[in-house]
């Protein structure tokens, strides 16, 4: 005879990330795909596809914590909401100065951010699948500092902002695939 028992709170949670980290990782591949064509110069489009990055961040971050409500607090993800909410209003006021301001406050939020995904994956390690996400917070606070520097370059393009989208996004399926495996082992 077996018997059928609830997932736990761990189990859900790691599930639950699973699926979010596969859309992050669609959303960031595809957001570059289209945002490579529009590097040199800031056109109205871009803005708006520069404004929607964080915003979408801000919809990952609270979806992430309506799911991980059982494994702890969520206020580093309600932290996450609002410094992704305030780079998506300063991107918007920035694209408005040029490619120079827009990186600034690009690489201020990549900064932040990626302090705050680093401290949230050190502290869901026992979940699994979080190597990739502790690597990706540490690139993401050399990257932001990179942009930031860029931003003083006699042309500064968007190159490396857009492009910094594509290895976050690798790195969302890789922990998407390893919390599968960890999913599987529990």
Do not use: C
Request: glycine share 10%; hydrophobic share 55%.
């Amino acid at each position: 005879m077996s018997t059928l028992t609830a997932p736990s709170g761990l189990t859900r949670t790691a599930s639950a990330l699973r699926r979010l980290y596969f859309v992050r990782f669609a959303f960031a591949v595809v957001w570059a795909l289209v945002m490579f064509t529009m590097t040199a110069r800031l056109s109205p489009l871009g803005t708006v596809l520069l404004v929607l990055y964080p915003l979408f961040d801000v919809g990952a971050a609270v979806v992430d914590a309506r799911s991980s409500r059982t494994t702890g607090s969520p206020a580093l993800l309600y932290v996450n909401m609002a410094v992704s909410l305030a780079a998506a209003v300063g991107v918007a006021v920035a694209a408005a100065s040029g490619i120079p301001a827009v990186l600034r406050v690009w690489g201020a939020w990549a900064i932040v951010s990626g302090l705050v995904q680093l401290v949230v994956a050190v502290s869901r390690r026992t979940l699994g699948g979080q190597w990739p996400m502790i690597l990706s917070g540490g690139i993401s606070v050399l990257a932001g500092a990179s942009f930031v520097a860029s931003a003083g370059a006699e042309h500064p393009v968007l190159t490396g902002a857009v492009g910094y989208a594509v290895p976050g996004g690798v790195f969302f399926l890789v922990s998407a695939l390893r919390l599968g495996r960890a999913a599987q082992e529990s």
